[in-house]
């Protein structure tokens, strides 16, 4: 599928009342500030409405239905989140091959935040891709647009896949997610701690925020933390909450 802008069917089909063939909802797992013991963002995570896994939701994606896929997640996510009252961001994945002009795709998700009330401001973009992105300048274009509409956008899983250090030269997010593959014995691994260490040190430099995804152990905190992560994710602070957001686990990390 071309990255690039192509023809006004993707709006059509936008507008004309289409469907994902699959009924799903989301889990919401914390994105936590350990400085000031304050969640920052939930991330909305796909979930079939009887808990099903994200797998069995994405494995009903293709290429003809992935942009109607990509405007019902976001949709989803903005009136769960206004339901449930979330008081900070909530961070939606979103294809960018799935955008094919990104004020126009906005479009549906801006609507969705003005009917539940929603603050447009609290939403955070993850560009979540495996596939590698061919047309970086569609993805540049996608960037623009959403920090001209005053959006914070992600790169998920950095480290993994396409998502390295040459993407930082073509465009810089607010903000990185290191991959959990990264994180994981993090404590134990020195090849993972320079790595992680050499990440930071570009992301500061850049003034990008760091989350550290998919957390488990005491001691990796302890390291990641050290090396001074504020932002962390995974199952040492939270499991995602189905349609919920769950309590924050605080005493893992006592000495934050």
């Known amino acids: 599928m071309p990255n690039a802008p192509i023809s006004p069917a993707p709006c059509n089909a936008c507008n004309g009342g289409e469907s994902f063939p699959v009924d799903f909802t989301m889990a919401f797992q ?3 500030n350990v400085v000031d013991r304050v969640v920052f ?4 995570l796909i979930r079939g ?4 896994g994200a797998s069995v939701i994405l494995g009903q ?4 239905n992935r942009y109607v896929f990509d405007q019902a997640c976001r949709i989803k996510a903005v009136e769960l989140a206004a339901r449930l009252n979330m008081p900070c961001f909530v961070s939606i994945n979103f294809l960018p091959n799935a955008v094919y002009q990104a004020a126009t795709c906005i479009r549906a998700t801006l609507e969705a935040a003005r009917v539940h009330g929603f603050p447009t401001e609290r939403l955070i973009f993850e560009i979540t891709e495996s596939e ?3 047309d970086k300048e569609h993805l540049k ?9 005053g959006f914070k956008t992600a790169i998920d899983d950095f480290g993994a896949g396409y998502s390295g250090l040459n993407l930082l030269a073509e465009f810089q997010p607010d903000i990185i997610k290191l991959d959990m593959a990264l994180v994981r014995s993090v404590d134990i691994d020195a090849v ?3 790595i992680i260490r050499g990440i930071l040190g570009v992301c500061q430099a850049l003034g990008i925020e760091v989350i550290a995804e998919g957390v488990e152990t005491r ?4 390291f990641l933390r050290n090396a001074g992560v504020t932002l962390f994710q995974g199952f040492l602070f939270a499991e995602a909450g189905f349609e919920v957001l769950p309590p924050v686990n605080w005493t893992a990390p006592a000495n934050g």
């Open 30 to 32: 914390p994105i936590v």
């Open 41 to 44: 963002a939930y991330e909305a």
């Open 49 to 52: 409405t009887h808990g099903e």
């Open 61 to 64: 994606v293709n290429q003809h």
């Open 132 to 134: 590698e992105l061919v």
């Open 141 to 149: 274009s996608i960037i623009r647009e959403y920090k001209r509409q």
């Open 192 to 194: 993972r701690q320079a």
């Open 219 to 222: 001691a990796e905190f302890d």
